[in-house]
Structures are given as structure tokens and as C-alpha cells.
């Protein structure tokens, strides 16, 4: 049975659809609010903007334009029973609320630590259009949500999940996966920043500091971070391989260098510019002469690399599925099975002490990465906390800033939440290393 079919036999049960809270309007929050509003049994019941106005536009190019905009939680929640939408300008709002789902969309990883962490403890589902947020605190807030007895998750759309998709196809009919990964848009410069980048970003109808993070790289190091640690697979090197190439050479462009390709090993997350884009693909091996013969019977090559591709990812016009998964499946579309991966964080500029990072998309930094392990013998600061770090030494351009280089600002949620994570993983070590 579809989703859709299981989403109105629900709806029939309870006498009401799924409710959304969502915290962000902009561009991915604009999309999810209309193409949830098309789906029978599901629909965005609150939003949370810093900008109300952007709430209230979104809930009018979903058909609605009764959204109620402030009044006290209970009033809120009131309107949300009597199937009314309501706007605010807190996110924290939200877990408060009757709400099934809550979906960030901020972009944020402060924002998205802080929803994650009290919507889990106030029995919340979470959905994630915030990246950026899982490669930081992701292992964290899925293992909170396994022990609460809720959900944790990546939304379906971004390039991470629909490569696990392709991940778990592969592997479920069993092939060896070499490497998973993405085609990036644009071509990469690690110095973009968002005025060397306002003309474009214009005439697409994009904010400048996101189309930034594309540009310099973080967007593309921060998906495939996550798909590491979501499908279990590993960093070969620092900032991957990143090569041009077409669909047609995936196979032979992706595999070991020991077969001709450029891969230091196998098991791996890598991207490539170029046509690829905006698809996700995995290379899977097969050796055995019968799977080879069929392979090349069914035109899929001579082996024994084979690429199996999807030419396409459809960001907020799909992350409802993620939802209804969750609600009716209860599992995530894809959360952090193991920590393996990191996104070190890189001077985007010669940076002076005293000074302030601004964060992703920004001036100062991008993001680079890497394997957890080198992040962590390196004393290596995530991307994700460098918001507001304070540069504690001159450093040049192109360096690769440890805890000697910047101070991170430990009074945030992502912050502390980092510190537990860390903690985990190391008495995890500990205890492996006793076993």
C-alpha cells in the first residue's frame, strides 16, 4: 500500500492528518509547506520563521491564507485542533504545540540542535532538511530518539538519502559497494563568498551565503559526510578525489587506482563535477563470471564495476516522504549509523586574532572532509560549531583550523550537545578496546 493510502486510512482512524511543525520558510521551507499541502493526510500545521511574514506567504502559496500569526501557546495550539494554521516567530514554540513531525529547514545548526534536542524530549518526531546540523551532532540526536522511542532523520530529496536508497538497493541484491556519491552543480572555488557570488545568486532567486556553500564546496563535503555516516562508508582522503566526469564513465572513473581509477580504496563517499549533476550514483562490483555475463546481457557493461545511477534529486518536493516514513514506518530515511566521516573547517581567507567566524556560506571558512579519525587526532574544529568561533592566532589562508587556531563558543546547543557526543564515541572506544 502506498503512503498516500496508508496517510488517508490514518486520517480516517484518528480524524485528523499529520501535523507538521516547520522551522524555516525560505526557499526548501517554501516547497515543503506547498507540496505537503498536495498530499492527502499529511499537512503543515505550524510554522516557525524569524521573518512571520514568510510564514504567512508560504501558507498562502499552499491555498491558506487563515493563518493565525501570535498569541500564547495555548491559543496556538487551540488553532491547530480546530485545523487552523499558525505562524510564529520561535521555533521553540513548536515543541510545545500538537504536532507529530517537526522539520527544520533553517539551514542552521544552532537552530537545528535546539529544535532536535527539546522536540525529542517533548516527544516530537524529528525530520531534517538541515544537514548541517547531523554532520555535527546527528550520532547524538539519533541515539536520543532510538531510547525515547521516536524518530530521527534526514529528509528524503537531499542528495545523502537518495544515495542510501541506491546504497541499500545495491547492497540488497549483493553487490560490493566501491563508492557512493553525488555530482556537484557548480564548479568548485573554495573562495567563493557571498558578494563574489550576489550576481548569480540573483538571477536563481537564491540567498547568496547558501549559494556560497555550494560554491566553496561545504554543501558537497556536508552531504557526503552525512552519507558516510548514514550508509556506514568511508573518506579515502582529505576532500575526496572530486573528479570531472560523465554518467557514461562513472564505472570506470570510480573504482581502486590498483583497476585504473582514482579511488585510494574501496567503500568510499566521493562526488564529481560535470553532468552528473544533479544525480546520485554508487558503483557496485561483481566478479562472479554468470552475474558478469548477465551484467553485460542486460547492457550494463563488462564489469566488474557497474554504475547504478539516479539522474536526479527533488530536495523539498519529496522530503514529505520522510515524513509520512517515519510516522507510519517509524524509521529515518537515513541517520547516522556510525561516526566516520567529519567537515573540518578551512580558512576561506587569511584570518586575523580577535576576529569572529561567520559560519557556512560566509566569508572566513569552508568546509573540507575527512575521516573522524584524522579529525580527532588533529584537534580539528567541526564545521558545524565554527559559527561565532573566536580566531585565537593569525592563520593563512587554506589552513585547516584545529582548537589551537579558533575558540568555539561553548555556550550554544550544539555546542554541548558536541561534548556528549564526543563523550559517547569515546567511551564506546574504551569499551571496544576492553571487549
Avoid at 557512493?180 to 547568496?208: F, H, I, Q, R, Y
Amino acid at each position: 500500500m502506498s503512503y498516500v493510502d496508508r496517510l488517508r486510512a490514518r486520517e480516517r482512524e484518528l480524524g485528523r492528518p499529520v501535523r507538521v511543525g516547520l522551522v524555516g520558510a525560505g526557499q526548501m521551507g517554501l516547497g515543503f509547506v506547498v507540496q505537503a499541502s498536495r498530499i492527502a493526510g499529511m499537512e503543515v500545521a505550524a510554522i516557525a520563521d524569524i521573518a512571520p511574514e514568510r510564514g504567512r506567504q508560504a501558507f498562502a502559496q499552499a491555498g491558506r491564507d487563515d493563518a493565525v500569526t501570535g498569541g500564547s501557546r495555548a491559543e496556538l495550539a487551540r488553532a491547530i485542533e480546530s485545523g487552523t494554521p499558525v505562524v510564529t516567530d520561535d521555533a521553540q514554540t513548536l515543541t510545545g504545540l500538537p504536532l507529530d513531525v517537526l522539520v527544520d529547514a533553517s539551514g542552521v545548526p544552532e537552530v537545528g540542535a535546539q529544535l532536535a534536542f527539546a522536540g525529542l524530549l517533548a516527544g516530537k518526531d524529528i525530520a531534517m532538511l538541515n544537514v548541517e546540523c547531523d554532520v555535527t551532532v546527528g550520532l547524538l540526536l539519533a541515539r536520543l530518539a532510538n531510547g525515547l522511542g521516536r524518530v530521527y532523520t534526514v529528509c528524503r530529496g537531499d542528495e545523502p538519502v537518495e544515495c542510501k536508497a541506491l546504497v541499500d538497493y545495491v547492497r540488497d541484491i549483493g553487490f560490493e559497494v566501491v563508492c557512493a556519491g553525488k555530482g556537484k552543480n557548480n564548479p568548485l572555488n573554495p573562495a567563493a563568498t557571498p558578494d563574489s557570488v550576489a550576481d548569480e545568486a540573483v538571477a536563481k532567486g537564491m540567498n547568496p551565503h547558501m549559494l556560497a556553500s555550494f560554491v566553496d564546496g561545504s554543501k558537497t563535503m556536508i552531504e557526503l559526510a552525512a552519507l558516510a555516516n548514514g550508509a556506514n562508508l568511508r573518506v579515502a582522503a582529505r576532500g575526496m578525489t572530486g573528479p570531472h566526469c560523465t554518467v557514461e564513465a562513472l564505472a570506470e572513473t570510480f573504482r581502486p587506482a590498483t583497476d585504473g581509477g582514482v579511488l585510494p580504496d574501496a567503500g568510499v563517499v566521493d562526488y564529481c563535477t560535470g553532468p552528473v549533476a544533479p544525480g546520485v550514483f554508487v558503483i557496485g562490483r561483481s566478479d562472479h563470471p554468470a552475474i558478469v555475463e548477465e551484467m553485460a546481457y542486460l547492457g550494463m557493461g563488462k564489469g566488474p564495476y557497474y554504475s547504478f545511477y539516479r539522474p536526479y534529486h527533488l530536495a523539498s518536493v519529496e522530503a514529505p516522504l520522510t515524513v509520512a516514513q517515519a510516522v507510519l514506518d517509524r524509521t529515518p530515511s537515513l541517520a547516522p549509523q556510525a561516526w566516520n566521516a567529519e567537515v573540518l573547517t578551512v580558512a576561506k581567507r587569511d584570518l586575523r586574532q580577535g576576529e569572529s567566524i561567520d559560519g557556512i556560506g560566509g566569508e572566513t571558512v569552508y568546509g573540507l572532509t575527512d575521516s573522524a579519525a584524522n579529525a580527532r587526532t588533529g584537534g580539528h574544529v567541526p564545521l558545524g560549531l565554527a559559527a561565532g568561533a573566536r580566531v585565537l592566532r593569525d592563520v593563512s589562508a587554506g589552513t585547516v583550523l584545529t582548537t589551537a587556531d579558533v575558540a568555539v563558543d561553548e555556550t550554544t546547543t550544539i555546542a554541548t550537545l558536541r561534548r556528549l557526543q564526543d563523550r559517547l564515541l569515546e567511551g564506546e572506544e574504551v569499551l571496544g578496546a576492553w571487549i
